[in-house]
């Protein structure tokens, strides 16, 4: 029976008085021989260049001065690697929960295992993150998942973040790495990318759909639909970052600005690969669904723009 509580806490703070500690996290990690991330240099190229994005597409972008180009990237860049940051930091309690969720030796070790490697993931990736942001979590996804690390059983966890999310993170930190203009970041996501693929498989070595019940069957698709809208929406906080600089779109430069970046193609895109990763042995069904309701389904640039206009919330946005 179910009756841990975990808390995700993403604000947790980092301390900054007790050096100790901060150097019994590097030893521990060089024991090992993994390497020590180190803070990128002031001249340190942007990690990811413009056109990964389409933003070369964007005419509004095009007509702004390079500087102002430069600062909405460099943003942008900001916001992304903060998301790893993290998403790497809730491995943290989510790995603590799997430990004692555990049902078998092999069970805790393997989550003992994996800890292990997101607080090595952390840590490479913290000195990239300014400190003022390492409390502040953006985008959507991150909210999506504190909530069912906290909220589910091993068994639905072992699908929604174990096979859907570990699975997920690899391909994500394997485009990133492949694209990214800074070497060191470079070879950081290469190697936390190959720990994810061990993780993601991991998942579906533990899973057992037979064990779902009644409730934690409407739950996981509940989630599911909730990752599927991540994506629907499009780079919501790309274009938080435009506006940050410009200024407030209105209804009609967002339409285009949506349109110009082909949202729409590059959600499409990802729905699939998000569908693949759902599509486990005995979920079948559960993605059928998803499909007939039409949640693999992109929303257009117009759509997006009305969510964009919804939710727009520069208070929270750092
Ligand atoms: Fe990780
Ligand atoms: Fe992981």
């Known amino acids: 029976m179910y009756n841990l509580k975990v808390e995700n806490d993403l604000g947790l703070s980092h301390q900054l008085q007790n050096a100790k500690v901060s150097k019994l996290i590097s030893g521990s990690i060089k024991r090992k021989n993994q390497p020590i991330s180190v803070a990128p240099e002031e001249d340190a190229p942007l990690f990811w260049r413009p056109d990964l994005f389409l933003l070369d597409r964007s005419t509004l972008y095009a007509r702004l001065d390079p500087l102002r180009q430069q600062r909405i990237l460099k943003h942008y860049n900001n916001v992304l690697i903060s998301e790893f940051y993290f998403l790497e930091k809730s491995g943290l309690a989510y790995c603590a929960k799997m430990i004692l969720l555990g049902e078998t030796t092999e069970t805790r070790q393997l989550y003992g295992l994996i800890a292990a490697d997101e607080a090595t993931h952390l840590e490479w990736i913290t000195p990239y993150v300014d400190l003022a942001c390492r409390t502040k979590p953006q985008g959507k996804l991150l909210p999506v998942l504190g909530k069912i690390i906290e909220d589910c059983d091993a ?71 909730a990752y599927a809208e991540v994506l629907r929406v499009g780079p919501q906080t790309l274009v938080q970052c435009i506006e940050k600089e410009v200024g407030e779109l209105s209804i009609t430069e967002l339409e285009t600005l949506f349109d110009d970046i082909k949202t729409e193609l590059t959600s499409h895109l990802k729905l699939q690969i998000l569908k693949d990763l759902m599509l486990q042995p005995q979920m079948e069904q559960y993605v059928q669904r998803l499909t007939d309701e039409n949640y693999i389904h992109p929303y257009s640039a117009a759509e997006c723009a009305k969510i964009y206009q919804k939710t727009r919330n520069f208070e929270q946005f750092v």
């Open 155 to 225: 068994n639905s966890l072992y699908y929604l973040v174990q096979t859907i999310i570990e699975g997920w993170g690899m391909m994500t930190y394997k485009v990133m790495s492949k694209a990214c203009q800074c070497p060191h970041l470079k070879a950081i996501l290469k190697n936390v990318m190959q720990d994810e693929a061990i993780h993601h498989e991991t998942g579906p070595a533990l899973f057992e759909p037979e064990k779902i019940t009644a409730q934690t069957a409407a739950f996981i698709y509940d989630r599911m639909k």
